[in-house]
């Protein structure tokens, strides 16, 4: 019911969609080392793992990713949720054969190195395919990731939720000409975000992808053991999200290049 109600009130978010391909050789070739330096201790990498993250720091460098629409008293008002709330669609298998989409979220993941956010998304997928999320894991998402990759979708235009920014999917990596390459998609709220704006975005995802700004290199070092006193695998504390400030954003055009 969740499901179909939240579907349907997508359908009154007006969105645009940019399109983004990336080379994953780095990708491949990074997360290859990262899982051979975390051979004895059972834990494993993801592309999803790490595009995430990846996500979280090119959405502190582009907030506006994270801003959602809302109507105060019937006037347009950007609201700045003040963090970023990385909202995880997880695909969960039923009993009874059918399947469900669940959308849990890292809270506060702006303030996550890397070691933290890996221990909270596996916390939160580990209790989505054992139908143990409560309420709160729901709460509190203002940017969201999608992976259809994983079943062959080379890329995808997904729904965008109510109250949030953007929605950024994920396609299966594929060969072309000998090179790994993966299709990322950001859907956006074209009320508040603009086209140059994902596109900024999805620019800074892929630099973060190719290694800048030691990318790469941070996370091997926090997985190394340098981490904060946030990481406790499989025990994750959220904190209340921060109150939402609306502030009112200049006059919203009527027209807009699509």
């Known amino acids: 019911a969740r499901l179909v109600a939240n579907m349907t009130e997508s359908l009154t978010v007006p969105t645009a969609t940019s399109f983004r391909d990336i080379s994953a050789n780095t990708l491949d070739a990074r997360r290859k080392a990262l899982n051979a330096q975390l051979a004895a ?6 592309f999803t793992h790490l595009i995430g993250y990846a996500i979280v720091l090119a959405a502190k460098k582009f907030p506006v990713m994270t801003h959602a629409f809302q109507e105060i008293d019937g006037k347009p008002h950007r609201v700045d949720p003040g963090g970023i709330g990385l909202g995880l669609a997880v695909d969960v298998e039923k009993k009874d054969g059918t399947r469900a989409l669940v959308v849990p979220v890292i809270k506060h993941a702006e303030g996550m190195d890397f070691a933290a956010f890996h221990a909270a998304y596996e916390a939160l997928v580990e209790k989505a395919r054992t139908n143990r999320l409560m309420p709160d894991d ?3 998402g203002t940017i969201q990731l999608t992976n259809p990759g994983t079943l ?3 890329a995808s235009v997904p729904r965008l939720m109510k109250g949030q920014g953007s929605i950024i999917a ?6 072309i000409a000998g090179s790994k390459v993966i299709t990322i998609t950001s859907t956006y709220d074209h009320r508040i975000i603009q086209g140059a ?5 999805l620019r800074a995802l892929d630099s973060l992808l190719q290694g800048e700004d030691r990318f790469y290199d941070a996370v091997a070092e926090k997985l190394a053991g340098t981490g904060n006193a ?3 695998t499989g025990n994750v504390v959220a904190e209340p999200a921060p109150v939402p400030q609306p502030v009112v954003a200049p006059t919203i055009p009527v027209s807009r290049d699509v």
């Open 138 to 140: 729901f709460s509190g």
């Open 41 to 46: 201790s059972g834990k494993k990498i993801s």
């Open 230 to 232: 946030q990481r406790e």
């Open 152 to 154: 062959g979708t080379v």
């Open 197 to 201: 704006e994902s596109g900024m975005f």
């Open 170 to 175: 994920t396609g299966t990596i594929r060969d």
